[in-house]
């Protein structure tokens, strides 16, 4: 089983920033792929951004490139997003993904695991 704990969402007005954290554990978490999806109401859960179990890799989706970026943190069982240039569009649940395939953390339909979520939302 893996356990997925996200954290750090909150209120920001448009052109600031948040950093959301992803903590994973578990006596199975290992080479694990992560990743953020978000959910506004009313729309379907979308991919953000992924990163390799190395880290070395990332992907994000094109409405958030130059914006956010993922990062993992020294134990590598924490990924971070950090969101700069917010805008009220952004405003959404956020979710941890987590899958041993980053092929399959960058699908909602096929990500394994899934935290509980964090809010963020962005006023204009």
């Known amino acids: 089983q893996v356990q997925l704990v996200e954290s750090g969402g909150g209120l920001v007005q448009a052109g600031g920033s948040l950093r959301l954290s992803c903590a994973a554990s578990?006596?199975?978490?290992?080479?694990?792929?992560m990743g953020w999806f978000r959910q506004a109401p009313g729309k379907e859960r979308e991919f953000v951004a992924a990163?390799?179990?190395?880290?070395?890799?990332?992907y994000s989706a094109d409405s958030v490139k130059g914006r956010f970026s993922i990062s993992k943190g020294n134990a590598k069982n924490t990924v971070y997003l950090q969101m700069n240039s917010l805008k009220p569009e952004d405003t959404a649940v956020y979710y941890c993904a987590a899958d041993p395939r980053v092929t399959q953390v960058m699908v909602a339909s096929k990500a394994g695991y899934w935290g509980q979520g964090t809010q963020v939302t962005v006023s204009s």
């Open positions: 578990g006596s199975t978490f290992n080479n694990y792929a």
């Open positions: 990163i390799t179990w190395s880290g070395a890799i990332t």
